[in-house]
């Protein structure tokens, strides 16, 4: 079996986001691995390991997502891509046709995401890339298993499981407890410095710069307004449940 992992460099959660010029600053910040990412990360290698699978991980970024892509070779993958070169940049639109035109160029039976980027949480580029290759696709899976081509996947579905099938090739996105992603051991980490890390660009990958050009434009990057102190409404239910109309109308606007 041949897997594709598709993965992403993300601010840690635990950083405080601060918005210079309209821009989140980036300087000083620690940046891992998709959180979502890591549980596709994990799954690739255990099926590595019950399979005798190959295992290639996959980003679109700047440089310093080289080191998101040491980390996964150091968990157990087998060997890399970056996509770093600026021609490839834009929005999900164009990942999923880079990662499409990437996909291609390689023989791959399943291609594994997280289900959503812990910094834009579109959920986007792996459904996109699944049409693209026209594949079948499970989201939000919690559990995977695969025998010869069939492949049945548990996905939450608002509190309850929906078990869906489908056959290889196939894309699959993971959710949070599909798994518990490994640490790195010391031996994986210095074993991933030699395992190949391949860089493609525009030319690589034959593509026109016109034609995977973003659809959407970020118009404005802010933070959420501060959180005031909660109010607490006092008198007669009825004299209550009228303040309380009043101020979604009035003051928070969330109702005419």
Same mark, same amino acid.
């Given at each position: 079996?041949?897997?594709?992992?598709?993965?992403?460099?993300?601010?840690?959660?635990?950083?405080?986001? @601060?918005?210079?010029?309209?821009?989140?600053?980036?300087?000083?910040?620690?940046?891992?691995?998709?959180?979502?990412?890591?549980?596709?990360?994990?799954?690739?290698?255990?099926?590595?390991?019950?399979?005798?699978?190959?295992?290639?991980?996959?980003?679109?970024?700047?440089?310093?997502?080289?080191? !998101?892509?040491?980390?996964?070779?150091?968990?157990?993958?087998?060997?890399?891509?970056?996509?770093?070169?600026?021609?490839?940049?834009?929005?999900?639109?164009?990942?999923?046709?880079?990662?499409?035109?990437?996909?291609?160029?390689?023989?791959?039976?399943?291609?594994?995401?997280? @289900?959503?980027?812990?910094?834009?949480?579109?959920?986007?580029?792996?459904?996109?890339?699944?049409?693209?290759?026209?594949?079948?696709?499970?989201?939000?899976?919690?559990?995977?298993?695969? @025998?010869?081509?069939?492949?049945?996947?548990?996905?939450?579905?608002?509190?309850?499981?929906?078990?869906? !099938?489908?056959?290889?090739?196939?894309?699959?996105?993971?959710?949070?407890?599909?798994?518990?992603?490994?640490?790195?051991?010391?031996?994986?980490?210095?074993?991933?410095?030699?395992?190949?890390?391949?860089?493609?660009?525009?030319?690589?990958?034959?593509?026109?710069?016109?034609?995977?050009?973003?659809?959407?434009?970020?118009?404005?990057?802010?933070?959420?307004?501060?959180?005031?102190?909660?109010?607490?409404?006092?008198?007669?239910?009825?004299?209550?449940?009228?303040?309380?109309?009043?101020?979604?109308?009035?003051?928070?606007?969330?109702?005419?």
């Amino acid at each position: 079996m041949n897997i594709l992992v598709l993965l992403k460099q993300t601010f840690d959660t635990e950083e405080r986001i @601060n918005i210079v010029d309209g821009k989140v600053k980036e300087d000083g910040v620690r940046f891992v691995v998709n959180p979502y990412d890591e549980y596709a990360i994990e799954e690739a290698i255990r099926l590595k390991e019950e399979n005798d699978a190959q295992v290639t991980v996959v980003t679109l970024g700047p440089e310093r997502a080289e080191e !998101a892509l040491r980390t996964a070779l150091a968990m157990g993958a087998d060997e890399a891509i970056l996509a770093d070169d600026k021609a490839l940049f834009g929005d999900e639109y164009t990942a999923a046709q880079v990662l499409a035109a990437i996909a291609k160029k390689g023989n791959y039976d399943l291609i594994l995401g997280g @289900n959503q980027a812990v910094d834009d949480g579109s959920s986007q580029v792996a459904v996109r890339l699944a049409e693209l290759l026209g594949w079948e696709h499970i989201s939000t899976l919690t559990k995977l298993e695969i @025998n010869g081509d069939e492949v049945v996947g548990h996905r939450d579905a608002e509190g309850d499981e929906e078990i869906v !099938a489908g056959r290889l090739p196939l894309v699959v996105t993971a959710q949070q407890g599909l798994n518990d992603p490994r640490y790195p051991s010391l031996i994986g980490i210095r074993k991933a410095g030699k395992k190949p890390l391949h860089h493609v660009t525009l030319a690589d990958l034959g593509l026109d710069s016109s034609v995977i050009a973003a659809r959407t434009e970020v118009v404005e990057t802010f933070l959420p307004a501060k959180k005031e102190a909660g109010k607490i409404l006092q008198g007669e239910l009825s004299d209550q449940v009228k303040e309380l109309v009043g101020a979604l109308r009035t003051v928070e606007k969330v109702i005419e």
